[in-house]
């Protein structure tokens, strides 16, 4: 079934009616974060003015999606993500000389780039030293300075450690030819493995809960961890932004088209809704509005977050398009405009703590083609009694696989004619093979004795120079990796014999030798598993990630009924 299917399922019962009459629906007023004089603000019915500043409390797991007791009153939240954008677009570009470098450098924020010990080990370059790169985007909630209390509300909550209500993983491939952007809803439920405060030294036992709280676990290292731990995927670097200094990015841009199939008019009287309101066709958004557009439920597809991270993908496409064509990029002084507001909302990574780092990351990032970059939500289903969301069993994985083998999420990858297999050149008995435990999970922890248990198969089928390495290492992906072409019959020969798919077999231009790591993807047993949501021939994305192509000019957002006018 495809997820459009099961949010149509859903969205009817996500709002209880008595929750509708009494404005404790989830989220209520979660739009309302505008200044009072900003245009759309009004105040929450019933209640007086100062009180709409606040979020409420925040339920014990940090989800949204919760059926019963306080509800939690969010928002203020979704524009945060664009200075991440444009930080790397806009930042990366901005040849405006180094004499300006150290200033911007001395704006970055730096953190370290995961928290969560072990992790995995970056993939081994392909054949032509080349490495896919993935970022990690997030969007914090916290409201330490007055700025970020004026754009977010809740000065009851200026103390409270932020959440990372907004997280996308952006994923460019080796080649530098398409990007992938893959956006996972706040409330899902994960592992949270331990993390370490590198300030404090607090240490956050491993936990199940909803991912924007491991924000909360000693800063974005511990969501990078967590993110590692649930994709498998090796995450290079992240950058993470709060609300200081979005709005202003937004205007410098100039205006951002976008697209509603009807009238629109984000606002009812219990006072839901963004303030949004848009007549029918395209309109170039910027400023307030632009807020407005980024931070609506309340009137696009099902009144979810689902629908709202969809109407991100489109203005974050859009907005690329914009950026790519405009001519005011030429201009040194508003690229220095864009590139302080840029810096100053940053916190990164330390590998990735200077501008001259964001320049040749954006100089990347900028060889992607639009019509090669594809927009998804992780594929998700609801878990019991419908108080979080979870990882759709197959379909997820699928989409996690897809980017771990660097394959594009728009099913556009050239597709190479099936050479015939090349024959061995090494007698079984004479091939050197070393096997590697790479069940080393930060998470379940590690299998002990996969290596001595795959070696000793590996000898019963006469590969005899079988050895192992004791170290043990993370991957999600069993694989045999192997120096060059020259050996490339005795990787197949040797993936066949232990029942292994053909894109298990890897050319490393970093190998020494051949080498078979056992993934986390075969923990017991001797003949490898079938792994869920495999697909023979699946080259794509499934459709219930819902992909959005950068170029896709014609998409249009879906309007609520209940909030036409």
């Given at each position: 079934m495809g997820q459009s299917s099961v949010r149509g399922d859903r969205s009817r019962r996500r709002r209880r009616p008595e929750a509708a009459e009494t404005g404790r629906d989830d989220?209520?007023?979660?739009?309302?974060g505008l200044p009072p004089d900003a245009p759309g603000w009004t105040p929450p019915e019933g209640s007086a003015v100062a009180a709409a500043d606040g979020d409420g409390e925040v339920p014990a797991d940090g989800g949204g999606h919760r059926r019963g007791g306080q509800p939690r009153r969010r928002g203020r939240k979704v524009l945060r993500w664009t200075a991440l954008t444009l930080a790397v677009l806009i930042v990366g570009g901005a040849g405006a000389g180094y004499w300006y470098y150290e200033h911007l450098n001395a704006n970055l924020r730096k953190a370290p780039r995961s928290l969560g010990g072990g992790g995995l080990k970056k993939p081994d370059p392909n054949a032509f030293g080349q490495s896919p790169l993935n970022i990690l985007l997030l969007g914090s909630d916290g409201r330490?300075?007055?700025?970020?209390?004026?754009?977010?509300?809740?000065?009851?909550d200026a103390d409270r450690k932020p959440l990372a209500d907004v997280q996308m993983l952006l994923h460019v491939s080796a080649d530098r030819s398409n990007m992938s952007v893959i956006s996972i809803p706040r409330d899902t439920r994960v592992t949270i493995p331990r993390c370490t405060d590198p300030k404090t030294h607090e240490v956050f036992p491993q936990t199940s809960a909803a991912?924007?709280?491991?924000?909360?676990?000693g800063g974005p290292g511990c969501t990078l961890a967590t993110w590692q731990e649930l994709t498998g995927i090796y995450i290079d670097h992240f950058m993470m932004v709060d609300f200081g200094g979005v709005v202003e990015m937004a205007d410098a841009i100039g205006g951002v088209p976008v697209c509603v199939d009807g009238n629109v008019y984000s606002h009812d009287s219990k006072g839901h809704g963004s303030g949004l309101k848009l007549t029918k066709g395209t309109h170039s958004v910027k400023?307030?509005?632009a807020l407005q557009w980024l931070r609506t439920r309340y009137?696009?597809?099902?009144?979810?977050?689902?629908?709202?991270?969809?109407?991100?993908?489109?203005y974050m496409n859009s907005m690329v398009r914009q950026l790519k064509k405009d001519a005011k990029?030429?201009?040194?002084?508003?690229?220095?405009?864009?590139?302080?507001?840029?810096?100053?909302?940053?916190?990164?990574?330390?590998?990735?703590?200077?501008v001259k780092k964001l320049y040749d990351l954006g100089g990347d990032l900028s060889r992607v083609p639009t019509k090669r970059i594809t927009m998804v939500t992780m594929p998700w289903q609801y878990g019991p009694g419908e108080s979080y969301v979870m990882p759709k069993p197959g379909d997820a994985e699928a989409t996690f696989g897809l980017l771990r083998n660097d394959t594009a999420l728009d099913g556009k990858d050239k597709k190479k004619k099936a050479a015939p297999a090349p024959k061995p050149s090494t007698p079984k008995d004479q091939l050197k093979v070393v096997v590697q435990n790479g069940t080393n999970s930060t998470v379940n922890g590690p299998v002990s004795g996969r290596a001595s248990a795959l070696q000793q198969q590996l000898s019963g089928l006469g590969y005899t120079a079988a050895g192992t390495d004791s170290a043990l290492t993370t991957q999600a992906d069993t694989t045999v990796t192997y120096r060059d072409k020259a050996q490339r019959g005795d990787a197949l020969a040797l993936a066949k014999a232990l029942g292994l798919p053909k894109d298990a077999v890897r050319e490393s231009s970093s190998a020494t030798?051949?080498?078979?790591?056992v993934g986390n993807d075969w923990r017991t047993g001797?003949?490898?598993?079938?792994?869920?949501?495999?697909?023979?021939g699946a080259d794509k994305a499934p459709d219930s990630a819902d992909a959005l192509n950068g170029q896709d000019t014609k998409a249009c957002m879906k309007v609520n009924p209940s909030y036409a006018f």
């Open positions: 989220g209520v007023h979660e739009d309302q330490n300075n007055a700025k970020n209390i004026e754009l977010g509300g809740a000065r009851q991912i924007n709280q491991s924000l909360q676990h400023g307030v509005q009137g696009f597809e099902d009144n979810t977050d689902i629908g709202r991270a969809k109407a991100q993908h489109m990029l030429t201009n040194p002084g508003e690229l220095r405009d864009l590139a302080e507001a840029a810096t100053n909302a940053l916190t990164v990574d330390d590998g990735l703590d200077t030798g051949m080498r078979l790591v001797s003949a490898y598993p079938e792994q869920p949501g495999d697909e023979k």
